[in-house]
Structure formats: structure tokens, C-alpha cells
């Protein structure tokens, strides 16, 4: 028996469009708390808040101190934190960590990234009672490269479909499909019973994942799949050299700031 809050975004599929944001922290899952049907703890914390190359330097007490921030400003939405790099290279390491983290941070889920190659791992933790999440097409902490697409050759395309199948029957509750091109990402939600969540994959999925730094324009990394909803980087330089100016000409704090 599936917990409710995952029940109801496999029950989205085919009704509406499922909306997903990455967090990493309190303030930003409050917000996030009110309008998204998951929250994300990504691996993206590492590249975007800690300024590292790759998601591979992420570890497993970075996940779990940013989902605890994330889980005290969501308490409606399913929240989902990634399994860093290495830390579910067999099932018992996989079922070690995985419990770990949501015993910890009382998240709902995990994510895994990889296809069949992982699937005995996904089907051991689900029959442990762990809600997983998969993860395929572009794999950040398996590419060296930025960014490529997936799904280009006939054969690409079959190993993909193979790859959402399995992960289907391990038993994932939904299947992020990053950088899939939109005919097979079309091929595979039709093909699945649990919704697809696509980055750069598409309208053709169930659902929409943006890293929240991109999409506010706090990060600075706009491939063609991000859509720029807002420029917070200009609203937080624009505060910081009026704070700047106002300082140095003793014009803060006044006396609304100061207490008498
Ligand atoms: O780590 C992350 O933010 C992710 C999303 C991009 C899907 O895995």
C-alpha cells in the first residue's frame, strides 16, 4: 500500500500536469508549499549553492541537512531528496543510506538515477517499503559533458523505453526523463502507467521539473529548456548597491531602524 501523498501523483497522471520544483531550503519551501505537487531536494544543491563541478561531490549528510531544511517548510507536499553519487551502488548500501536519509529527514522518497542497470536495487528498496523515484536520460552523476540529448538512434531510443519499463516494473512511483527528445518522452509516458516528469524532455510528459535557482535567474545556467520567470539576481544587486550607497552616505539605518 502506497503512502496518500503518492497515490495522488500517480492518480494526477492523465488528469492534469504535475508540477515540480527543486529546494534546498525553509524559505523556499514555504513557497514552494503552496503551489507544487513535489519538492525535489536535488543533488543540484551541489553545483548550485556550493559552487561544485559536478553533483558527484555531493554527500549523503549534504542531502540530508538540506532535506531537514525543506521538510520544516513543507508539510503538505511530497518531498523527494536524491541519493548522492555512490551512496546505492548495491542494495544493501542502497536500503543503508536510503533509510537513513527519510528516517532522518522524514522525507517521502528518494531518487536514483540510472535504467535497468539499477533496477534490482529500485525493486529491492520499493519491497523494503522505500518510495523511489527514477531518474533517466541525461544522468548528471554519470556525464561528464554539460548537457546531451538522449533518445537520438533507433537504439538509444529502445535502450530508453527498456530502461522507463524496468524501473516501471521495480516498481518506481514516477520517472524523471532529463533531456529525452519529445517523440520518445511521448513513447515512454504513453507506455507507463506512472507519470513521467520531464527537464528539458518536452511538453510530451506527465509532469515539469525546473531547478528553482534557473528558473528565478538566480543561478546564472540557462540552457534552452529554462525558462526564465523572474530576475531575482537583478532584484538582490539592485538591494545590495542601494544598501551600499545608503551606508556609506549614513543614510541607513535612519531612525525608523533604530530603536529609541
Ligand atoms: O538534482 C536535481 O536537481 C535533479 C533535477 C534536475 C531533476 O535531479
Given amino acids: 500500500m502506497k503512502n496518500k501523498k503518492i497515490q495522488k501523483i ?18 523556499i519551501s514555504r513557497i514552494l508549499d503552496r503551489y507544487c505537487d513535489i519538492i525535489l531536494v536535488g543533488d543540484s544543491v551541489g553545483t548550485v549553492h556550493y559552487g561544485m563541478k559536478s553533483t558527484r561531490e555531493v554527500t549523503l ?13 513543507a508539510t503538505k507536499t511530497l518531498v523527494v531528496a536524491d541519493m548522492p553519487y555512490k551512496t546505492y551502488q548495491n542494495k544493501f548500501q ?3 543510506n536510503a533509510s537513513l536519509l527519510l528516517r532522518q529527514t522524514k522525507c517521502d522518497a528518494i531518487k536514483l538515477e540510472g535504467g535497468k542497470k539499477i533496477s534490482k536495487i529500485v525493486n529491492y528498496l520499493v519491497k523494503k517499503k522505500i518510495p523511489v523515484m527514477g531518474h533517466i536520460g541525461y544522468l548528471p552523476q554519470h556525464s561528464k559533458n554539460k548537457f546531451s540529448i538522449s533518445g537520438k538512434t533507433e537504439r538509444a531510443e529502445n535502450e ?9 516494473n521495480a516498481g518506481v512511483f514516477s520517472v524523471v526523463l532529463e533531456c529525452v527528445m519529445p517523440g520518445l518522452a511521448r513513447k515512454i509516458t504513453k507506455r507507463l502507467k506512472v507519470p513521467t516528469i520531464g527537464i528539458g524532455s518536452s511538453k510530451n510528459c506527465d509532469g515539469q521539473i525546473l531547478v528553482i535557482d534557473d528558473m528565478i535567474g538566480l543561478s546564472g545556467f540557462y540552457p534552452k529548456f529554462v525558462k526564465k ?3 531575482v539576481k537583478k532584484i538582490i544587486e539592485m538591494s545590495v548597491k542601494k544598501y551600499c550607497v545608503e551606508v556609506r ?12
Avoid at 549528510?61 to 517548510?73: A, P
Avoid at 552616505?249 to 529609541?260: E, H, L
Fill in 94 to 96: 542502497a536500503f543503508k
Fill in 160 to 168: 530508453l523505453l527498456n530502461d522507463a519499463v524496468a524501473l516501471e
Fill in 229 to 231: 520567470y523572474s530576475n
Fill in 249 to 260: 552616505k549614513s543614510k541607513f539605518p535612519s531612525t525608523r531602524n533604530s530603536y529609541k
Fill in 61 to 73: 549528510d549534504m542531502i540530508i541537512r538540506h532535506s531537514k531544511s525543506v521538510k520544516l517548510g
Fill in 10 to 27: 500517480i492518480h494526477l497522471k492523465d488528469k492534469r500536469k504535475i508540477a515540480c520544483l527543486t529546494s534546498y531550503t525553509t524559505p
